[in-house]
């Protein structure tokens, strides 16, 4: 990929991969730090990949950065946890007033990609299996399942809403 | 195949995203209207999408895009092949701490200003080093007049005998942070034995460079037998070698050649302190 290829993926795709990010994040500096990383290891390995496939790469390059990520934040979490047995409490913060996007929260990290893949950027059911190595079956029936685990996750969400009101 | 109650959640999820065949769609119906309990599960799931939006923009957008003269850049830390340039850069980093300290009183002139052509250098040995061009050729934007301009050298001058000059410069550049070509702070001091290196750096780019390589050779105490050069390739296939002090024994001029455009857009924006503390260690690391 040349220098004017990179820049037009940049044109064509920052603003989906981080609204992919923010989602997958919930946070809009994590998902800002997840786009500059994305972007610049397309940059540094432009050379072995054609502009064709720089979409593909970049947001799997930002999954699996989120993944590290939350790997190394969860560990850190457990350390701390054990440290201070408990006595804090976690608060989750929810930044999004969008139920929908709350009820994401229930959802596992490669839940969430497989979703926010068909949902947000459109790919097909082959292109899924491409991406997440999984076979088509896999796919269809997964993504069955998340639908189903958010639809009892609104489900719940709005009952306690109910309750509140 | 048969929708069963084992294999139905592959085709509830394309039935949900009407992605089904009319015929499997059907047979999908007719599957969920005996069984009930299923089609209770499908219901209100159809609404379960997400949906970007589209208002959420990347706001620093322009930070990811990429000059191609940053390219260059990368490029040049790429450079290994060039072994042979590392002993010139030894000598070009003495040379700036040379023009640095040098002591701007030059009572001693000795002759005047020479006008030669460069088969006249008065070097006794020479040696070139080429830096490849990095710029593809479609990115030239290089005008008309300019097409046959011959790229800029670095020349760097060895006085084999001579020894180094102990001077220091009273005559600060007035504004080093403004000129890439000006050192911004005093360079370290390397030097070798008893050469001593002078360092010329002529740049298409800038209307004062030779002024400013005057200035700066100015700004050096000449020695006896020191040669001070200035090489400016300012006129297309001609180049100006400006001369003083001439001594043409014992010399050994070493000249590095680098393109054009890399001169004019990336090597100026290194900065003298970036070949110092980049470059060189770059290329001598290696």
């Known amino acids: ?165 | 195949m048969k929708i069963t109650k084992k294999n139905y959640e592959e085709y509830a999820l394309e039935y949900l995203e009407k992605e089904l065949s009319a015929e499997m769609t059907l047979a999908f119906e007719e599957f969920l209207s005996s069984h009930p309990e299923i089609r209770e599960e499908l219901a209100g799931l159809r609404e379960v999408t997400l949906f970007p939006d589209m208002a959420v923009k990347y706001s620093r957008k322009a930070s990811l895009y990429r000059e191609h003269k940053k390219r260059q850049v990368f490029l040049l830390a790429g450079w290994s092949r060039f072994g042979a340039a590392a002993a010139v850069l030894l000598l070009l980093s003495a040379a700036i701490f040379l023009w640095w300290n040098s002591d701007t009183e030059t009572g001693q002139t000795e002759g005047a200003w020479v006008t030669e052509l460069p088969e006249n250098k008065p070097s006794a040995e020479s040696e070139i080093i080429s830096i490849p061009s990095v710029r593809a050729e479609k990115d030239r934007k290089t005008p008309e007049t300019e097409k046959n301009t011959p790229d800029s050298e670095w020349i760097v001058t060895e006085n084999i005998r001579e020894t180094p000059a102990e001077t220091g410069s009273d005559e600060q550049p007035e504004d080093p942070e403004t000129d890439p070509f000006l050192p911004s702070r005093p360079i370290e001091l390397t030097r070798k034995g008893e050469q001593q290196v002078e360092w010329i750096l002529a740049g298409e780019k800038y209307d004062h460079e030779e002024s400013y390589a005057r200035d700066l050779v100015s700004q050096v105490q000449p020695l006896p037998g020191q040669t001070y050069r200035i090489e400016s390739p300012s006129a297309p296939k001609q180049y100006k070698t400006i001369s003083r002090s001439v001594s043409s024994a014992d010399q050994k001029v070493y000249k590095i050649r680098i393109p054009e455009e890399l001169l004019s857009e990336t090597w100026t924006d290194l900065s003298l302190n970036n070949v110092k503390n980049k470059l060189i260690p770059e290329i001598f690391n290696r």
């Open chain 1, 1 to 165: 990929m040349t220098a004017p290829e990179y820049n037009e993926c940049v044109e064509m795709f920052a603003d989906p991969l981080f609204r992919y990010c923010v989602t997958m994040t919930q946070n809009e500096m994590d998902a800002d730090d997840l786009v500059q990383i994305s972007f610049e290891r397309l940059w540094e390995n432009r050379e072995k990949i054609d502009q064709k496939a720089a979409k593909n790469w970049l947001f799997r390059t930002a999954y699996r950065a989120m993944i590290d990520t939350f790997r190394k934040q969860k560990r850190i979490d457990r350390y701390r946890n054990d440290q201070e047995e408990g006595v804090l409490e976690v608060e989750k913060e929810m930044e999004h007033s969008d139920l929908l996007k709350q009820a994401l929260t229930a959802l596992t990290p490669e839940q969430k990609n497989l979703i926010l893949m068909r949902d947000y950027e459109g790919y097909s059911y082959k292109e899924l299996c491409e991406l997440t190595g999984m076979s088509m079956s896999n796919v269809k029936v997964s993504l069955f399942r998340i639908r189903k685990v958010l639809k009892e996750k609104l489900l719940e969400m709005d009952f306690t809403e109910f309750k509140k009101n």
